[in-house]
């Protein structure tokens, strides 16, 4: 795994209810079947706002969370098995983000479902919020399907590029013995943890995520 980055991010809408635009975000997300206009905005790539996001990049574990949006603790008991690095603000998140995505160092991207989800908000939110999306995130959310070299999505890989049933980490995680990823939540909690200005479950529940992505991708590789 020697220059991949491992990646997961964590969204919440950019629209809330007491915005001008919730309407328009209804409506949006009615037509799309989704009876939840949040849950629409936080997957939906130009309204999804980062709100945090995990990393590791040689053996060096790393969440950035927006501390605009959320509280995080001096001296956690337990002590946190990871760094944490605050930014005032989305843009700042996601500048922090495609520097050391940009690092030469970093020859890989890793995710699960990143190729519709993650890599996709990554470059969108870079381009409203005008920070310069690193190379390497551009070439690896639009490269070819069928020829990716740059970006690892496990969930293309396990599922064979779609050809066979989409399903969540939890499932692969379960079958392979690893701890599983959603025992402090889901993705759909997010919404709540920053409502509550939880920052501590949050950065612990995004590098969760990454803690199983990098198990499941040393199995399947055949590293450990």
């Not at 001096?74 to 005032?88: G, H, I, L, N, Y």
């Not at 920053?194 to 995520?209: H, Q, S």
Request: net charge negative; charged share 25%; proline share 5%.
């Amino acid at each position: 795994m020697r220059g991949d980055l491992v990646l997961d991010i964590e969204c919440v809408s950019s629209i809330q209810e007491e915005d001008e635009s919730w309407p328009a975000l209804v409506e949006m997300a009615t037509n799309a079947n989704e009876p939840d206009p949040l849950k629409y905005g936080a997957l939906c790539a130009p309204l999804a706002r980062v709100v945090s996001v995990a990393m590791r990049s040689g053996g060096r574990d790393l969440v950035i969370v927006d501390a605009a949006l959320v509280d995080l603790k001096e001296s956690p008991d337990p002590p946190r098995r990871f760094m944490v690095k605050e930014v005032a603000g989305e843009k700042a998140l996601l500048a922090a983000v495609n520097e050391i995505v940009g690092h030469q160092a970093t020859k890989r991207l890793v995710t699960f479902n990143g190729r519709s989800y993650d890599l996709p908000i990554l470059l969108t939110r870079s381009r409203i919020n005008r920070v310069a999306a690193a190379p390497l995130l551009v070439e690896a959310t639009t490269e070819p399907r069928f020829k990716a070299r740059l970006h690892v999505d496990m969930l293309e890989v396990v599922t064979v590029q779609g050809a066979t049933r989409r399903f969540p980490m939890r499932a692969l995680a379960i079958a392979m013995g690893i701890d599983d990823p959603k025992k402090l939540g889901h993705g759909g909690a997010v919404a709540d943890l920053v409502r509550a200005r939880d920052g501590e479950r949050l950065v612990a529940y995004n590098m969760g995520d990454v803690a199983c992505l990098v198990e499941a991708l040393e199995l399947w590789e055949g590293v450990a």
